[in-house]
């Protein structure tokens, strides 16, 4: 009997590996398949040669990031392909498609039209099943719906009415200046990108809602990590991270269920963050109080007179604002800095500037911020230089389209990547010189420098 018994277990383990063996069979078949056919779709389109067939693309951009070519690798790459492809192509990343595009007359096409935005962004949305961006302006991959919502913000961010908020720019910098003052002694040294990163924090906050949030929620984070600031510059960061980990690794909430929980914490927190005060400045507006002359206020204002976003998407607003610009705000003044420093000459001449401008002045005035030109053009080349975003995403329309004279069939995703035209010598000379004047409004003669010039996340939003 236990020699019948032993006997049916091995053929019952013999038929599950079998089993197990067709399926992996049938799995790598389709794959292979599904691959092939994506290849095929886009034969019509120049492409880097690949190595591998299964991953296509990935692995060259896994093994240029090794080697930690340039500043940024991937834009390192991108330009190298372009020089053997041309500046349309189409990269395979395992069984997607992306066409980079890398010229002047296809970036505008691609970035000005009415293109939906791409999947991409749907990591922003949520966070491991938790709202955190939802509906905002980032994330609404609509256009027609996306183009009411952002009109609805223009006015608000006006030059005009920004040039308005000086008092509270100045505020925060005065902030800002007061942390650094008592380590300025020439011996300590300054983790300088958390004191950016703050300081981006304490203006967004002052700017756009009157607000001290970073102080505020500096001891109610939750899930605090040992040795990490809380407030709501942890909040994002830890944001941020959680948005890295759904995108890299699809099963993660499945592997680590406890990092998943606090990520989700995080998202939750930042939107009581922002419910809490879009809450209490509509009821003051209701009530006729006093308020504060921000941001905020002038888009609820706005609204009035318009159709309002639910209360849902305005917080969503709420949190894509801070998401956006903390980042890129406090990598532009971190990488100002370095590349200042590395060039005394550029130094001196700011320094100039800004003594013949301001003076001892207490308080900048918009007029003074209209004469700082050199400043703006090295800020300019900063963000030039290092490519503080990568370029702008969107999925071609039913239909397709013509780029370069090469039909990019409906659905694909294109990646206007102006990052690496920036460092592309049929753009600008030098490339990968340090060199402010090249903004000289004299020297603008491309699209691109436009681009460059309003390089934030609000023009990701575009």
Not at 275 to 291: D, F, G, P, T, V
Not at 304 to 328: K, Q
Not at 357 to 382: C, F, H, N, P, S
Not at 391 to 417: A, K
């Amino acid at each position: 009997y236990i020699t019948i018994m032993s006997a049916n277990v091995n053929q019952i383990a013999l038929y599950l590996l079998l089993a197990l063996l067709l399926l992996a069979a049938l799995g790598i078949s389709f794959y292979a398949l599904l691959v092939a056919y994506v290849r095929w779709k886009y034969a019509h389109l120049p492409s880097p040669k690949t190595t591998s067939f299964f991953i296509g693309h990935a692995y060259e951009l896994q093994q240029f990031k090794r080697r930690g070519n340039g500043e940024n690798p991937r834009d390192e790459l991108y330009i190298e392909w372009a020089f053997e492809v041309g500046n349309v192509y189409v990269i395979f990343i395992y069984w997607r498609s992306v066409v980079v595009v890398l010229n002047t007359a296809d970036v505008e096409t691609v970035s000005l039209s009415s293109f939906h935005k791409s999947t991409a962004t749907n990591f922003f949305a949520h966070l491991f099943g938790a709202r955190l961006l939802g509906n905002g302006l980032f994330t609404l991959r609509s256009y027609e719906v996306w183009k009411p919502r952002r009109k609805l913000y223009e006015s608000a961010f006006n030059v005009s009415h920004l040039k308005g908020l000086i008092p509270n720019f100045s505020k925060s910098v005065d902030l800002f200046l007061s942390k650094l003052a008592p380590l300025a002694d020439g011996k300590t040294k300054v983790p300088l990108k958390r004191y950016m990163r703050d300081s981006a924090v304490d203006v967004i906050s002052e700017v756009m809602f009157s607000s001290d949030f970073n102080t505020e929620w500096r001891d109610k984070a939750s899930t605090p990590r040992p040795g990490s600031e809380q407030g709501l510059n942890y909040l994002m960061g830890e944001a941020f991270r959680g948005i890295e980990m759904s995108r890299i690794y699809p099963f993660f909430k499945f592997l680590h269920p406890f990092e998943a929980q606090h990520f989700r914490e995080v998202a939750r927190t930042l939107r009581t963050i922002g419910s809490n005060c879009i809450q209490a400045r509509i009821k003051a507006l209701e009530n006729n109080e006093s308020i504060h002359f921000d941001i905020l206020s002038h888009i609820l204002r706005a609204a009035a007179s318009n159709e309002l976003p639910d209360f849902e998407s305005l917080v969503d607003d709420f949190i894509t604002f801070y998401l956006g610009g903390v980042e890129t705000t406090a990598n532009t003044l971190l990488f100002t800095v370095i590349q200042v420093h590395q060039h005394p000459d550029v130094l001196e001449r700011l320094l100039s500037e800004v003594e013949e401008v301001l003076g001892k002045k207490d308080a900048i005035t918009a007029e003074d911020l209209d004469k700082l030109k050199y400043t703006e053009q090295v800020i300019e080349e900063t963000m030039r230089m290092p490519g503080i975003t990568g370029g702008v995403m969107r999925e071609c329309p039913v239909g397709g389209v013509t780029l370069s004279g090469h039909h990019i069939p409906g659905g694909t995703i294109i990646h206007s990547c102006t990052g690496a035209m920036c460092k592309m010598s049929q753009y600008f000379e030098d490339p990968y010189t340090f060199n402010p004047s090249r903004f000289d409004p004299a020297n603008k003669r491309s699209v691109i420098y436009f681009f460059v010039s309003r390089y934030c996340f609000w023009a990701m939003m575009v």
